[in-house]
C-alpha cells in the first residue's frame, strides 16, 4: 500500500466510523486508552496521537511509525514515495526458528509496510528534500539489503535533484537473517553519503528511539547534523553487553540522548513538537550550489575541506 492509498484507507474508515455508531468491544477500550511508559499515566490514545505521540504529563516521546513521522515532518500531501515496491528476498534461506520468508510475511502484516523504511521526496514548509523514515515496528527497523539500497537511492537522489538529505533512523541493527549482505549496506549508504557530502549536500541525521547497531554504525551518525528526539535511547551494542564485557556498572543515563549531548556526539535534542520548524529553518540556511562552490574554493586555498567547517562559516555569516 503506498501512502496515497495509505491516506484513502484511513479516510473511508473515518467516514464509516462517523457514519455508523456501532457498540464498543473490550479491543475498541483497551485501544482508547494508552498507558504512558515513563509517569504510568492513563491517555486518552486520540489526544496522545493529536499531541504527536508525547506524553502531555511527563513528555515521553513514545515511537512512532514511518507513516506518522512523514505526516508530521513533511508538508500535507507532499510526499511521493520512491522504490515503494522494492521488497527483501531470502538469498540465504535462512531458517532459525522460523524460516525468514515466514517472518517477513507476518512483519508486513504487522506493520503495514513492505520494508522497514520509506523513502521519498517531500516539501518542508515549501522547500523541497528527501526524506526517508524508519519504522521500528516493521522487523525491528533492522537493515537489510532493501533498507540499505532504498537510503542509498535516496542519497542519490538527493545529489541529482541538489536537495538536502533528511533521514530519520529507528532500528535495532543489522538483520542477521540476511548475513553478511546485511552487513554490507554500512558501507554502501556510507559510499553514498560520502558522494552526496562531496557534491555539497546537506545531510540532516534524526536519531529516534531507539537507533542501534548497524544503523548507528552507518548512516544515523554520519549527519552535517545530528539531531536527537528527548529519552531517545542511541548506541552501538546494547547496556547490557556493555556492562557484561568491561564488567563495570554504567550511569544510569548511559546511550540516551541527553548523554550524547553532553559528551558531543549529537548536535541537538529537539522534542518533537519543534522538529518541524528546526528542520525547516536549518534546510533555509542551506544552498548545495554555494556550498559545492566554497569547498572548492577551500580547497583551492588549501584550506580544510572539511564541507562541515565550511557550512559553520557559512551560517555564521
Ligand atoms: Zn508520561
Redesign the pocket.
Known amino acids: 500500500m503506498d501512502l496515497k492509498e495509505w491516506f484513502a484507507s484511513r479516510q473511508k474508515r473515518k467516514e464509516l466510523q462517523e457514519n455508523i455508531k456501532l457498540p464498543l468491544t473490550t479491543e475498541d477500550y483497551c485501544a482508547l486508552w494508552t498507558q504512558?511508559?515513563?509517569?504510568?499515566?492513563l491517555?486518552y490514545t486520540k489526544d496522545l496521537r493529536a499531541n504527536l505521540q508525547v506524553?502531555?504529563?511527563?513528555?515521553?516521546h513514545f515511537r512512532v511509525g514511518a507513516l506518522d513521522r512523514i505526516e508530521q515532518i513533511a508538508d500535507p500531501g507532499s510526499f511521493v514515495e520512491l522504490d515503494s515496491e522494492m521488497t527483501s528476498a531470502d538469498p540465504l534461506n535462512f531458517f532459525d526458528t522460523e524460516a525468514y520468508a515466514k517472518r517477513q510475511k507476518e512483519a508486513c502484516r504487522k506493520s503495514g509496510l513492505k520494508e522497514a523504511v520509506l523513502t521519498g521526496i517531500c516539501a518542508i514548509d515549501s522547500q523541497p528534500v528527501a526524506l526517508g523514515a524508519m519504522d521500528f515496528g516493521h522487523f525491528g527497523g533492522s537493515m537489510g539489503s532493501v533498507v540499505g539500497e532504498k537510503v542509498t537511492r535516496l542519497a542519490e537522489e538527493a545529489t541529482s535533484n541538489k536537495i538536502p538529505l533528511i533521514v530519520v533512523s529507528s532500528s535495532g541493527g543489522a538483520r542477521m537473517q540476511e548475513g553478511i549482505l546485511s552487513l554490507m549496506q554500512m558501507a554502501k549508504t556510507s559510499s553514498a553519503l560520502k558522494s552526496y557530502h562531496e557534491a555539497g549536500g546537506l545531510y540532516i541525521s534524526i536519531l529516534a528511539e531507539p537507533t542501534f547497531g548497524g544503523v548507528t554504525a552507518s548512516f544515523a551518525m554520519l549527519g552535517d547534523l545530528v539531531i536527537a528526539e528527548p529519552g531517545a535511547r542511541i548506541g552501538f551494542a546494547g547496556r547490557r553487553v556493555i556492562e557484561q564485557t568491561i564488567r563495570q556498572k554504567l550511569p544510569a543515563d548511559f546511550q540516551t540522548a541527553e548523554y550524547l549531548l553532553k559528551h558531543g556526539q549529537v548536535d541537538m535534542v529537539v522534542e518533537r513538537a519543534r522538529l518541524k520548524e528546526v528542520l525547516s529553518r536549518l534546510v533555509s540556511f542551506h544552498d548545495i550550489n554555494q556550498a559545492g562552490k566554497n569547498t572548492a574554493e577551500a580547497d583551492e586555498a588549501g584550506e580544510t575541506n572539511r564541507n562541515g567547517a565550511v557550512k559553520s562559516e557559512q551560517l555564521a555569516k
Not at 36 to 41: A, K, N, T, V, Y
Open positions: 504512558c511508559f515513563q509517569c504510568r499515566e491517555l506524553c502531555p504529563k511527563c513528555q515521553y
